[in-house]
């Protein structure tokens, strides 16, 4: 499994509308909604659901990154929208310090090694300072595609 697998060009939002968790997790269901990852009579649910998830325990990792995620019975694909913003979300970070990154992840419930796999792809590249820089300065979604792209790349051992 890929980045470029997971995330489509059209659920990138380089520049977040807001600063504030609820709003931008909001903002990234409707990208995976409009990218057809989802469908849109689930918005309610899946923001509740993420929510939820996220009162349970923060996913937001530190090193300015969050990874909120949630598995649905009728989501038939793994899917993720990318949201980057400028000023920074307090997203209860482990390290308390705002993210500047977000995946959000939606997987079908009945796949969970699906979802692993993909939260084993988004972690092995948010785990490197230098895509975590590249993915924070990206200012298009151009620049977001071709880091995925490159990101794949090294996961394949080019």
Known sequence: ???????????????????????????????????????????????????????????????G??????KHTRISKVGAAIGLSQSGV???????????S???????DDKPEQHLQAMEVIFKSLSQDTFRRFLRQASC???VTTLLEEADGHQLGR
């Open 1 to 63: 499994m890929k980045l470029t697998d997971i995330v489509a060009p059209t659920a990138i939002v380089t520049t977040l509308r807001s600063n504030q968790r609820d709003e931008v997790i909001s903002e990234l269901i409707d990208a995976v909604i409009a990218a057809g990852v989802a469908p849109a009579d689930l918005r309610n649910d899946l923001i509740a659901k993420v929510l939820e998830r996220e009162r349970r325990a923060s996913t937001g990792f530190g090193r």
């Open 90 to 100: 307090e997203f209860n970070a482990l390290d308390k310090q705002p993210v500047y």
């Open 102 to 108: 977000i995946f959000l992840l939606v997987s079908p």
């Open 65 to 70: 990154v969050a990874v909120p995620h949630v």
């Open 141 to 143: 979604v151009d620049d």
